[in-house]
């Protein structure tokens, strides 16, 4: 099955700093969505994003399908942002998903 | 967005007995719900595919006569925990497919979190 990576595994930020997170996946995928799991459990949907650039707000996301990574910006980071990351992707656009590990994200105020 | 629902979400019960979750799509049909299960400080690792109508598919190493999943209609699928043992105590979280525009994406219940005693 598709392998999935994710780095850093832990991140500790002051309130106000950038960060970009990543994921590698180890075959081509039509479906890749990133995920934000708040402290109390809840995945919160943050991009779909199997192929280009996308931007929210304070994030925004870039999948290189040919290359196999994409990579998940937040810029000015706040309190609010703490929790964990997950990079998910599957073979087709609504198939099952392989999650990669997680980054721990920390913003300290 | 789309909302998904889940209910207990919390549950502690004793050894031997059976659990039930529901997982419920609020505003869409979902043809295919997901269940998923998370460890402390693990990802989240799919156990089955449901769907709705049909017999759920089961990940290699999950027990299909320990997790009854049902899906009986577009809206709602269950999961039960037969006979439940504490190393079944773990946080369950299910998903719905559902379509925005041209694109399926999955979004997720908020979890149940169930301890065997």
């Known amino acids: 099955g598709i392998q999935v990576e994710q780095s850093p595994p832990d991140l500790i930020l002051q309130e106000g700093a950038n960060s970009t997170l990543r994921c590698n996946f180890s075959?081509?995928?039509?479906?890749l969505q990133w995920f934000h799991q708040n402290p109390w459990g809840q995945l919160i949907n943050l991009f779909y994003i199997p192929s280009g650039t996308k931007q929210n707000g304070r994030l925004s996301a870039t999948t290189v399908a040919t290359e196999r990574y994409s990579l998940l910006y937040i810029s000015s980071s706040q309190t609010t942002d703490s929790g964990v990351y997950f990079c998910?992707?599957?073979?087709?656009?609504?198939?099952?998903?392989?999650f990669g590990e997680g980054t721990q994200l920390t913003v300290n105020p | 967005g789309a909302v998904v629902s889940q209910h207990p979400s919390r549950v502690i019960c004793k050894s031997g007995t059976s659990v039930k979750i529901e997982c419920r799509s609020l505003?869409?049909?979902?043809?295919?719900m997901f269940w998923y299960r998370q460890f402390p400080k693990q990802s989240l690792m799919l156990m089955a595919t449901?769907?709705?109508?049909?017999?759920?598919?089961?990940e290699q190493g999950v027990e299909k006569d320990k997790f009854l999943i049902n899906h009986a209609s577009l809206t709602l699928s269950t999961l039960t925990v037969t006979s439940a043992h504490p190393e079944d105590s773990s946080f369950y979280i299910c998903s719905a497919r559902g379509r925005t525009g041209i694109t399926e994406t999955q979004y997720f219940g908020p979890g149940t979190r169930l301890l065997v005693l």
């Open positions: 998910a992707v599957g073979e087709t656009s609504g198939s099952r998903l392989t």
């Open positions: 505003d869409f049909q979902a043809t295919t």
């Open positions: 449901s769907n709705e109508g049909s017999k759920a598919t089961y």
């Open positions: 075959d081509s995928v039509n479906n």
